[in-house]
């Protein structure tokens, strides 16, 4: 059986990945303006999301589930540079949390590469 915090790696994406639909404006705020189409690439993340974060609890599709969140995150990385850039997209955050945000990225991707190997 897997470890709990596996699960909890994947509740947390499938969450997530929800939260797209629930509330797609919100993401679309954060995503940078240079990208075309932010109403699909919102719902197209949040599948992503979903799909990568069930696929995480089954031993045939962990390790490709793994690097598919470790690729995610890290096309994800920009979002977060434009958070630190636009005031519009930082929604009232305060710096200090945009600016750690960008370490907690790195520190997620090695969370889902570990799996990778279970």
């Not at 990945?17 to 109403?39: A, N, W």
């Not at 945009?98 to 090695?110: A, C, E």
Request: hydrophobic share 55%.
């Amino acid at each position: 059986m897997a470890p709990w915090h596996l699960y909890l790696m994947a509740g947390l994406y499938v969450l997530a990945g929800l939260m797209h639909f629930v509330r797609p404006k919100m993401y679309q705020r954060i995503i940078p303006d240079y990208l075309p189409y932010s109403k699909f690439l919102v719902y197209l993340s949040g599948v992503a999301e979903i799909v990568l974060g069930i696929a995480l609890c089954f031993d045939a599709t962990r390790r490709l589930s793994s690097f598919g969140i470790l690729l995610m995150l890290a096309a994800f990385l920009p979002v977060h540079f434009y958070m630190l850039s636009n005031k519009k997209a930082a929604m009232g955050l305060p710096k200090w949390v945009l600016v750690l945000r960008i370490p907690l990225q790195f520190v997620l991707m090695y969370w889902a590469y570990s799996y990778a190997s279970l």
